[in-house]
């Protein structure tokens, strides 16, 4: 149980493209979903709350035009990459907590989308 | 303010045998949860085991377990029989004091743990 399904794993795309990434809850229902940015050898940072059906919380410091993040039903979640360019490359990755377990908020993450903007 | 700190960049263990990973956590609430994560090379965040602050027992899930010291404020992982497969990051993390969806964790810089057969 608990699956979170990330996709795609990986894009490689032209600078000033757009790039959409998935995060699916394949077995439970999902109210909330984090979105991570991690640089290499560092831990995770947060960049968004994502709430179903309402507007995401970002944290400090991240363009909420820039990473567009749609909660649309208890299963999915989207992360668009708009006019991505080079400094955007990173490794990508969302987690879903269970709605029933918000009180512990044990997140179950997907398998992370490598982006890198040529 | 809460944080978590893991003071072991990187460690070694022989194949079969324990390791222990460190975690202390600061805190100044009486209710909060702690997690240790396992990060692979391919990338996937792996949730290995929870320890709730009032929860009595000591956390354990197959081959982990959380060796919890409140009054030390830490929470070890301990990983017994180590298996090659082992080899990767491990993230301690904590649940961040706040109601409401929101919450979020703080997480460790992580533990890179080799195991050599």
């Known amino acids: 149980g608990a699956v979170v399904s990330q996709h795609p794993s990986r894009v490689i795309c032209k600078s000033g493209t757009s790039v959409k990434i998935e995060c699916r809850s394949l077995d439970f229902q999902a109210t909330t979903m984090f979105w991570y940015r991690q640089f290499p050898k560092q831990s995770l940072m947060l960049m968004a709350t994502?709430?179903?059906?309402?507007?995401?919380?970002?944290e400090q410091g991240v363009e909420k035009d820039k990473f567009l993040i749609n909660h649309a039903s208890l299963t999915l979640s989207t992360l668009t990459v708009t006019s991505a360019h080079p400094e955007d490359s990173s490794f990508y990755i969302c987690?879903?907590?269970?709605?029933?377990?918000?009180?512990?908020?044990?997140?179950?993450f997907g398998a992370g989308t490598r982006l890198s903007v040529l | 303010a809460q944080k978590i700190t893991q003071t072991q960049p990187g460690m070694f263990v022989q194949e079969k045998e324990a390791v222990t990973l460190d975690c202390t956590y600061d805190?100044?609430?009486?209710?909060?949860?702690l997690f240790w994560y396992k990060q692979p090379s391919s990338g996937e965040m792996i949730f290995l085991i929870y320890?709730?602050?009032?929860d009595e027992q000591n956390a354990t899930e197959g081959r982990y377990s959380l060796n919890f010291q409140k009054a030390r404020k830490s929470a070890n992982l301990v990983i017994s029989a180590s298996q090659l497969g082992d080899s990767a990051m491990y993230f301690c993390a904590m649940r961040e004091r706040n109601a409401g969806n929101n919450r979020k964790l703080i997480w460790g810089l992580g533990t890179s743990l080799a195991v050599n057969p």
């Open positions: 987690s879903a907590r269970m709605s029933e377990q918000w009180a512990k908020n044990i997140q179950y």
């Open positions: 994502s709430n179903e059906g309402s507007k995401a919380t970002y």
């Open positions: 320890q709730g602050s009032y």
């Open positions: 805190t100044s609430d009486q209710s909060y949860g």
